[in-house]
């Protein structure tokens, strides 16, 4: 027997298999911006340390590839810096002032979190206890591609 609210369990049915359905999809967006944010700070301490370790300064010597993964922000205010009288202390990305070897074979970027534009990586740089680097990369999202815009040390060996 039909009833006035018979229609109501069909559209109750049809509602949440769409809420359904933008949940699975949401989660799969998140999941690739996750993982983008991971894969862009792995490979770009892959071939920062690389180009380090074969004498070249990637700040001046590739600005192209550095453009592909430091934020426009980011590369000018270290540019600034080196400028200035005070200049750097330290290479600002690996927060040092020289890198170890073990780093170049041992680049671990964790699960990144991503909140919008904005996400933030763990990262560890070599496997050794005694010289390992522990990271903290901030990125930002620019003209949806996932860029560097900070790093701070998190714990210092030694």
Known sequence: MKTPFSHLRTIQGVAFSVVLALLICWSQVAAAASQAA????????RWYLHSL???????SDDRVKISKY???SLVREIRRRMRSDEGLDEDYFI???????????NVVAGKAVVDGD???VALQLGADSQTSRKLSVVLTREDGIWKIQGV???????
């Open 38 to 45: 991971e894969q862009t700070v792995s490979e770009f301490y």
């Open 53 to 59: 370790a074969t004498g070249r300064e990637p700040l």
């Open 70 to 72: 430091v934020s426009n």
């Open 95 to 105: 927060k040092a002032q020289d890198y170890s070897d073990d780093w170049t074979r």
């Open 118 to 120: 904005k996400a933030l």
């Open 152 to 158: 701070q040390l998190l714990t210092a060996s030694r």
